[in-house]
T-cell receptor, first 113, second 116 residues
Framework: QQQVKQSPQSLIVQKGGISIINCAYE??????FPWYQQFPGKGPALLIA?????SEKKEGRFTISFNKSAKQFSLHIMDSQPGDSATYFC????????????FGSGTRLQVQP | EAGVAQSPRYKIIEKRQSVAFWCNPI?????LYWYQQILGQGPKLLIQ????????DSQLPKDRFSAERLKGVDSTLKIQPAKLEDSAVYLC??????????????FGPGTRLTVL
């Protein structure tokens, strides 16, 4: 019940296109859903996060869409750039007690120029 | 603001040897996490500290892994003896952990361990 399932495993997008990565969770106690970006040789960096009381959050070119009833959330990267090429991880956690993140398996995004 | 510091960045050891990793979290962050990231997978929690107390170590292989956080600041993670399957990146993260607040965790660059 602690799993977070992420798809696709890899994604190739043309420069200027929209990248979409999807995640699904099982534990309804999760109440914090961040997305992390990781470049080779670096630690994950927080990109954007959402709480379940809103259905969408936008920060620049990055948008999280959240569907509480379906237990799904997704990351949309608008106007994708070659510099966005990285591995993206969705995650989920509970805000009280054990607050450790449960990560998805990652999506390797490649934006072609 | 300085980020999470980790050392060493890389370590190569033979199986059955021991190894230790060090983490210095962001100043003022009460919660510290150690995650294991196997190549091609997402990070998985090993242990979580709140100040110098353990909150969750349910996924720590306690027959070979140990961790401590002295004085509620720096932390060390030790593996003894190492196995081939311990080859991974060991990530340290920290968060402020205000009650009910967002669980923003900040990660260090990790230590890449190779066990031969």
């Amino acid at each position: 019940q602690q799993q977070v399932k992420q798809s696709p495993q890899s994604l190739i997008v043309q420069k200027g296109g929209i990248s979409i990565i999807n995640c699904a969770y099982e534990n309804t106690a999760f109440d914090y859903f961040p997305w992390y970006q990781q470049f080779p040789g670096k630690g994950p960096a927080l990109l954007i996060a959402i709480r379940p009381d809103v259905s969408e959050k936008k920060e620049g070119r990055f948008t999280i869409s959240f569907n509480k009833s379906a237990k799904q959330f997704s990351l949309h990267i608008m106007d994708s750039q070659p510099g966005d090429s990285a591995t993206y991880f969705c995650a989920a956690s509970i805000s009280t007690g054990r607050r450790a993140l449960t990560f998805g398996s990652g999506t390797r995004l490649q934006v072609q120029p | 603001e300085a980020g999470v510091a980790q050392s060493p960045r890389y370590k190569i050891i033979e199986k059955r040897q021991s190894v230790a990793f060090w983490c210095n979290p962001i100043s003022g962050h009460a919660t510290l996490y150690w995650y294991q990231q196997i190549l091609g997978q997402g990070p998985k929690l090993l242990i979580q500290f709140q100040n110098n107390g353990v909150v969750d170590d349910s996924q720590l292989p306690k027959d070979r892994f140990s961790a401590e956080r002295l004085k509620g600041v720096d932390s060390t993670l030790k593996i003894q003896p190492a196995k081939l399957e311990d080859s991974a990146v060991y990530l340290c993260a920290s968060s402020i952990s205000l009650a009910g607040g967002p669980n923003e965790q900040f990660f260090g660059p990790g230590t890449r361990l190779t066990v031969l």
